[in-house]
Structures are given as structure tokens and as C-alpha cells.
């Protein structure tokens, strides 16, 4: 479990940080969202004891980070955006050698690090890691984090770097962890990443908690929806409620509309009763996102 309560960081004076509070069960999976600059970062770095909170408490477990800094680094499984590595040791040597400074027994020691190695597909490399590429450093850098099956793992822009088959190996490990009983917290500023794998979404714009809830819930929280529509014929005018603006292609073969509500049912029946084909029908999930971080910013500056 991890608690972070009321914690504030600044920097010359300007809060990083701003009062959040934050709790991560045992389970669950929240994603730390927002732009660059949000805080993000800092938060991680407080949650992980490498930086100093202004005020505030991180509880990890039982301990509190203040109080107890090695007992509750020792619960914490972290993956920071650029891990480092022995570049002169093979994947297994380098896991071997976290697993000894964990204290872990060698029978066990060996058995996950052969099992994490066949989950993030470096099992049978024997190139060192000085000749691996950023991808196959963020893979290892996700077996690291989980070696000593700790009960919270914190995870940096995890993604950044893997390609479509690391992403979904990720996410598979990831949701085992979760399902195993651990806390996880994973930062990015990619909300279609988040809203895949998170149970809960953390919502951060200039170092406040602006929203914080399951994907459907904040983007329920009358957030504007851009829809894309497309016929084989033109399209017909839509007088649906909810719609605030469409904006036709020339030919009118296709439109962009945007509405208050997800009225994507409505917009497929005036199209069909027009006697339209429809040709495609979907939500604009990227302007959707960036709509979304847009009107909880303006909140958090009100
Ligand atoms: N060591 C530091 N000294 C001064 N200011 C800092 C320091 N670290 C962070 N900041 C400032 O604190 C704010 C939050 O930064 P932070 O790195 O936590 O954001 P972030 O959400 O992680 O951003 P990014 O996605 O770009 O990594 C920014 O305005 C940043 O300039």
C-alpha cells in the first residue's frame, strides 16, 4: 500500500508538488498522469525516498518514509525511467547481483530471475547489457523492479521506449503483479498508455491532483467528446442534442463533430436514415485526451 499525505515539494519557493494526497491498495494500478512539468517526477522521486517532501508524510506498507527510510525502501520494487546497469554483466549476472544485495536465497534467487528473464523476452540473450538498445535496458530494467516480488512498485514512463511487443509483455507482468496483491503506481504522460492498464487514474497539472478516478469516471466529468464520422455518400445535417459543433469535409463524405455526451448511436441513425452507408463511426481519442488535460488545467488555475 502506498499513502502519500498532503505532500508538498517546491523548488526556489514554486510548489512541484502542491498538497497531494494519493492512496494505491494492495491490487490496484494507478497511473500518475499528466503533462511535462506536472510534477510528476518529483512525486516518484518523494514516494521512493530519494528526495525530501517540504511537508507531508509517504507511507509505504506499514512504515513511514520519514521515520523509517530503509525499512520502507526495502518494500518498494522502482524502475526509474534510465536504470542503470553493470554493462560488462549479462542480464542474469546483473539480476543475480540485485538479488544478492536483496538477500535473496540462491535457490530462489535463480528460479525468478530465469522466470523474469522468459517474461520480459530476454531469456537465451547473452549479449552484455553495455550492447543492449533502450528498449531491451527498459525490459530489464521492469524484471529489476520486481525481483524480490516486492509489494509496491513504482514504475517511470515504463513504455517509453518498447516497442508493440514489449508494451504488451508489460502489461501482462504488470497485471500479474497487480493480481499477485502488489501497489502499483506508474507515471507517464501518455493518458491512451494509462487508461489501458490503470485501475485508477491520477490527474496531476502544476503539481495539484486535479482528478483522480477510473478512466470512464473522469472522462465522464462533462469533458467535450470529438467524434469522426465517415459515409460513402454525403452526409446528411444532424440535429442531435448534445452536438456543439460539425465540421464537414468539401465533399461531406465525412465530419467532425463535437458533442457534450457520447452520441455516437444517435449520429449512426441519422446517417443510416438518411440512407448514408456508414464507412466509420469513432471517438477522436487523442483530441479526447488532450481536451480532457486542457479543461482540468484550466480548474486547477481557477
Ligand atoms: N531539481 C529541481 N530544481 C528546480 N526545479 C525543479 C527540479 N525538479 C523539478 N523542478 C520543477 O518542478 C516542476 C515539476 O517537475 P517534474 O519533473 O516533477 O514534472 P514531470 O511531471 O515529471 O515532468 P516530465 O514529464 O517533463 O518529466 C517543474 O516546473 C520543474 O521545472
Excluded at 87 to 96: F, I, K, R, Y
Amino acid at each position: 500500500m502506498i499513502e502519500l499525505t498532503d505532500l508538498t515539494k517546491r523548488y526556489n519557493g514554486v510548489p512541484a508538488v502542491d498538497n497531494l494526497s494519493l492512496r494505491v491498495s494492495e491490487g490496484e494500478i494507478v497511473g500518475l498522469l499528466g503533462p511535462n512539468g506536472a510534477g510528476k517526477s518529483t512525486t516518484i522521486l518523494m514516494t521512493t525516498g530519494l528526495i525530501e517532501p517540504d511537508a507531508g508524510q509517504i507511507k509505504i506498507e506499514r512504515h513511514i518514509m520519514q521515520k523509517n527510510p530503509l525499512l520502507a525502501k526495502a518494500k518498494i520494487g522502482y524502475m526509474p525511467e534510465d536504470v542503470g546497469f553493470y554493462p560488462g554483466l549479462t542480464a542474469a549476472d546483473n539480476l543475480d547481483f540485485f538479488g544478492r544485495l536483496y538477500e535473496m536465497e540462491a535457490g530462489r534467487r535463480k528460479k525468478r530471475i530465469d522466470e523474469l528473464l522468459v517474461s520480459v523476452g530476454l531469456d537465451g540473450v547473452s549479449t552484455l547489457v553495455g550492447g543492449y538498445s533502450k528498449g531491451m535496458r527498459q525490459r530489464l530494467g521492469l524484471a529489476k523492479a520486481l525481483l524480490n516480488e516486492p509489494p509496491v512498485i513504482i514504475l517511470d514512463e515504463p513504455t517509453a521506449n518498447l516497442d508493440p511487443v514489449g508494451v504488451s509483455d508489460y502489461r501482462k507482468i504488470v497485471r500479474q503483479a497487480a493480481a499477485d496483491g502488489a501497489a502499483i503506481l506508474v507515471s507517464s504522460h501518455i493518458l491512451s498508455e494509462v487508461s489501458v492498464i490503470c485501475s485508477r487514474i491520477a490527474l496531476l497539472s502544476r503539481g495539484k491532483l486535479v482528478a483522480d478516478g477510473t478512466w470512464q469516471e473522469i472522462s465522464d466529468q462533462g469533458s467535450d467528446l470529438i467524434v469522426r464520422v465517415e459515409g460513402r455518400l454525403p452526409l446528411p445535417e444532424f440535429s442531435i442534442g448534445g452536438i456543439r459543433s460539425v465540421s464537414y469535409t468539401p465533399d461531406r463524405t465525412s465530419a467532425v463533430i463535437v458533442a457534450s455526451q457520447d452520441i455516437r448511436c444517435e449520429i449512426a441513425d441519422a446517417v443510416t436514415s438518411a440512407g448514408v452507408p456508414l464507412r466509420n463511426l469513432q471517438i477522436d481519442s487523442e483530441s479526447a485526451e488532450e481536451a480532457l488535460l486542457q479543461r482540468f488545467r484550466k480548474e486547477a488555475d481557477a
